[in-house]
């Protein structure tokens, strides 16, 4: 008499395969529900990193208050912040009186787990980091994961270091730095 | 055993945290304010409920051979839907709890649970198990941050109780808090319910 197919060789094969389909289906299903709302808050969590990064330059050139800069924030990226095209990687200008007042580069590079992705606003000579944000990151909670606190932020403001320095802070400021002179020699 | 006896027994008797110090990791990751401890524990209840119901139902027709990596798959699918969804409707809770939630998957509790109870009991009892277990896995994660958040912050999910008067224990914001809390949170309860006899 034939055995059972529960007790063949083949049967943990297809029961697994079958429990992989189910679940795998249920999450696609689940995900895909879901996908928009993700991206919807990704992209404003974007967008308020990157007013909030040039807020600070673009209220001492304007007066308006920061605060109120920020809580507007789609007026003020559409009315002061123009994307600028035909780079490898997103770049904008913070224009105030048809005038650049800042530049705002997003760069990505490797981290220690995974990589990661920040944004460096500089001044319109590419001189000075006026401000620095590491939005996306998968280093150890606690450890590396402390690149995108304030402590680590501060330390990337101000002149732009010396080629030479190696330090973490100004490999990432370095990646800036490469990413501002194609603009630079094409204006 | 009653349904109510093996609630107490899995969230309090036998309890994962402090008895059979198991999900560790996480107690001490999250537990910097009570609201974050608070999800991070419902989402390990949810999953921990969730997989111990699958996988007790699927128990009569798991080959022995592959029962692990079916537990695992079970698991992880619950754990990604609670990820999944606080991306979608929290996602500020979900970006500081950060990689925690996506390591429920690795939580020494839900694989103890499952096969120390889900793979061996009816599905009804391995729901409370999970449930039970789950809580009391938010129950200490919740003293943790009650003990850390008032101290820290001054504050007990998110609103101020102590003054400007207050000055912040730095410590306790930082990882280490959670360490010596933790300590004394189990020889506390050590000492008091279940004292070794010489």
């Keep these: 008499m034939s055995k059972p197919f529960s007790e063949t060789p083949v049967y943990p094969v297809v029961f697994m395969l079958v429990i992989t389909v189910v679940f795998v289906g249920v999450l696609a299903v689940f995900y895909r529900n879901s996908m928009a709302q993700i991206e919807a808050h990704k992209v404003n969590e974007y967008n308020q990193l990157l007013v909030e990064l040039l807020s600070d330059t673009l209220a001492d050139s304007t007066g308006i208050d920061r605060t109120m800069l920020i809580e507007q924030r789609d007026e003020t990226i559409n009315t002061y912040i123009k994307p600028l095209d035909g780079y490898s990687r997103k770049a904008y200008q913070l224009i105030y009186q048809d005038k650049p007042i800042a530049y705002l580069f997003d760069i990505k590079g490797k981290g220690l787990w995974g990589s990661m992705a920040a944004m460096v606003a500089t001044d319109p000579q590419f001189n000075k980091i006026i401000d620095f944000a590491v939005y996306a990151q998968m280093e150890t909670p606690g450890l590396g994961s402390r690149i995108t606190e304030a402590f680590f932020k501060d330390n990337s403001e101000g002149n732009l270091p010396s080629p030479k320095a190696t330090s973490r802070t100004t490999v990432w400021c370095q990646r800036g730095r490469k990413s501002l002179l194609p603009i630079r020699s094409a204006k | ?198």
């Design chain 2, 1 to 198: 055993m009653t349904k109510k006896d093996i609630f107490i027994n899995s969230a309090f008797r036998e309890n994962s945290v402090w008895k059979q110090i198991l999900g560790i990791c996480s107690s001490l990751a999250v537990t910097n304010l009570m609201l974050n401890s608070l999800i991070m524990g419902l989402g390990v209840t949810f999953s921990l409920a969730l997989a111990n119901f699958t996988i007790s139902a699927l128990r009569t027709h798991t080959p022995r051979s592959v029962r692990m990596m079916v537990q695992t798959l079970i698991i992880a699918a619950y754990v990604i839907i609670v990820d999944v969804f606080l991306q979608a409707n929290m996602p500020a809770i979900s970006k500081q709890l950060g990689p925690y939630v996506g390591l429920i998957i690795t939580n020494c509790i839900l694989m103890g649970r499952a096969e120390a109870f889900a793979a061996q009991n009816n599905p009804i009892d391995s729901f409370i198990d999970g449930i039970g277990s789950g809580l009391g896995y938010t129950l200490v994660l919740l003293t943790i941050a009650a003990i850390r958040e008032l101290f820290g912050f001054g504050s007990l999910f998110g609103i101020q109780i102590l003054g400007d008067w207050w000055i912040r224990w730095s410590i306790m914001v930082m990882a280490p808090s959670a360490f010596f809390i933790l300590a004394i949170f189990i020889w506390i309860i050590n000492n008091k319910y279940y004292k070794v006899k010489a």
